[in-house]
């Protein structure tokens, strides 16, 4: 009896022992696991994006200049007879050689003939002027035949007014096809006051002459063939200069013009 009373209390206190055991290992134990670090949240800004800075546009050619505006020519009535005509300055026949410019060269020649100043263009695309010495003019009233013998299509001749040099001058032409215009060349840079216009007092092709007029006074230049008013221009560059005769050839044909019969007056007022 004694004998099973002793087991009894051993295992109750193996009992009681393993009790305390597996409830104090977690606080012994515990004791000695370090506190977990509190856990920290890395908050992510999200970077700005850099935008760089645009590129100049390099600009390979410079924008062409606004074309100079033109005064819109004025057409006024045109006169029975060309008016304000005063006294003869000069006349010309063409007899004289001094007074023009001549010449031959591989694209054409210019020549005195029988009263008259012939232009020859044997060469595509050639342009053969000729200047009158003196006087130099600013107002006043010139009439000259032109009569092209050998010209069609877009051929031109005419007139050059108030020439100072090579580069400045007014050029009158008319076409072969029965066009009239005014160009103005300054600094060797060609512009239209008055552009390309059709007319019935133009006549087309060759062997028909033409009696040019022009009338400049200041800055107001009146225009006329064979007595009847074609357009008035007003431009004050060029005031003072000589005059000329030219041709042009503008197609694969020769163009020949003879120029005769040069009268220019005063403008009376």
């Not at 800004?45 to 074309?67: D, I, K, Q, R």
């Not at 029965?178 to 060759?206: E, F, K, M």
């Amino acid at each position: 009896m004694k004998l099973v009373n002793q087991r009894i209390r051993e295992t109750s206190i193996l009992s009681l022992f393993s009790i305390l055991t597996v409830g104090l290992l977690p606080l012994l134990f515990g004791a000695c696991i370090p506190e977990t670090s509190p856990q920290i949240t890395m908050e992510v800004t999200s970077t700005a994006t850099v935008t760089a800075s645009p590129t100049p546009t390099v600009v390979w050619f410079p924008p062409t200049a606004t074309p100079t505006r033109w005064p819109t020519p004025t057409h006024i009535p045109t006169p029975e007879h060309i008016q304000n005509q005063g006294e003869i300055i000069f006349t010309d026949d063409f007899s004289d050689s001094d007074l023009w410019t001549l010449g031959t060269s591989v694209s054409g020649n210019i020549s005195l003939g029988v009263n008259e100043l012939t232009i020859a263009i044997a060469e595509p695309g050639a342009y053969q002027y000729s200047i009158r010495e003196d006087p130099k003019l600013g107002d006043f009233f010139v009439e000259i035949t032109s009569y092209p013998t050998l010209c069609q299509a877009e051929d031109q001749y005419g007139l050059l007014l108030r020439m100072s040099s090579p580069g400045d001058f007014y050029r009158f032409a008319l076409s072969c096809d029965g066009r009239v215009r005014l160009d103005r060349i300054l600094g060797g840079t060609a512009t239209s006051p008055q552009p390309w216009i059709q007319n019935n007092s133009v006549p087309p092709g060759a062997l028909i002459p033409s009696r040019l007029g022009v009338w400049m006074r200041g800055k107001e230049m009146r225009f006329y063939i064979n007595d009847q008013y074609q357009f008035t221009v007003t431009d004050p560059t060029l005031q003072i200069g000589n005059l000329g005769v030219f041709a042009r050839s503008l197609g694969e044909n020769a163009v020949t013009v003879n120029f005769s019969n040069l009268v220019v007056r005063e403008i009376s007022q």
